[in-house]
């Protein structure tokens, strides 16, 4: 399945739903098509897939943002215009709510809004030459969107030092805040990330969709007890499964298991 909208190629290769943002020439920069064409990717994703791949084409631009040429709305007001701003938030639920994990390859500058796409992922894959930064403050903006992330992610001095200064952290100083889960030489990238999203859909479907969802209801919850209680349930719901019987009946008859979803 190779589904080509012209900013947002979506393709099944196997088991990995590719989501790749084509717009080089605008430095992979976001505008309404491949929002919407992502969230709905996210939302409905094909039933042969096991992990979702978040990616864009060239080698010095993960994503600049939004597309600033298109955001002048004078003839769009009031609700409608509101509205027209939550292409963002929207994708973001997306990966949120995506019963697959969601893993963002990250090859150069990820800036702004690409910030937030990149965030919004489970699992975020940098080439070691990758940067990333939150220039708003320097256009008269500012990152409403991300920072809604940055505070589960960093500290509320680090978010804010980002935030009004604007300055690029490498993808070194991003792995230590906490933005990104692996940083590799930009030559082994692609290598890396196809090792990583091959392991991952070769994962027992069931866990990983209980448990990704279960992960984010805990993070939702402020309160330890009622956390604790929300998993014991999500384990015995798990337990219960075809998949649970069968990793246990594989790792003792010392073979692979054969996973049916169930």
Not at 7 to 36: F, H
Not at 58 to 74: E, I, Y
Not at 109 to 125: E, K, P, Q, S, Y
Request: with cysteine.
């Amino acid at each position: 399945m190779t589904v080509d909208g012209g900013d947002l190629r979506v393709e099944l290769a196997g088991a990995v739903l590719i989501l790749t943002i084509d717009r080089e020439a605008r430095r992979n920069a976001l505008n309404d098509a491949v929002l919407e064409g992502m969230r709905a990717a996210l939302a409905a994703p094909p039933e042969a897939a096991r992990v979702v791949l978040v990616r864009s084409v060239g080698d010095r631009v993960f994503c600049a943002g939004a597309d600033l040429a298109v955001m002048d709305n004078s003839e769009v007001t009031g609700l409608e215009l509101h509205e027209t701003r939550g292409g963002v938030r929207r994708v973001v639920e997306a990966m949120r709510d995506c019963p697959l994990p969601v893993v963002a390859r990250v090859q150069g500058l990820c800036l702004a809004g690409g910030t937030a796409i990149a965030m919004g992922a489970d699992i975020v894959v940098a080439a070691e030459t990758a940067a990333f930064g939150l220039p708003e403050i320097d256009r008269g903006l500012w990152p409403f969107m991300v920072s809604a992330l940055l505070t589960r992610h960093v500290s509320p001095k680090i978010a804010m030092d980002l935030m009004l200064t604007g300055r690029r952290v490498g993808a070194a100083e991003a792995r230590e805040l906490g933005l990104v889960s692996r940083v590799v030489p930009a030559a082994d990238l692609d290598k890396e990330v196809d090792e990583l999203v091959g392991a991952l859909a070769a994962k027992a479907p069931v866990a990983v969709r209980l448990g990704k969802a279960a992960f984010v209801a805990a993070s939702d919850t402020p309160s330890l007890p009622l956390a604790l209680t929300a998993m014991q349930a999500q384990l015995s719901l798990l337990t219960q499964t075809a998949d649970a019987a069968e990793g246990v009946a594989a790792f003792f008859e010392k073979r692979q298991p054969r996973w049916t979803g169930r």
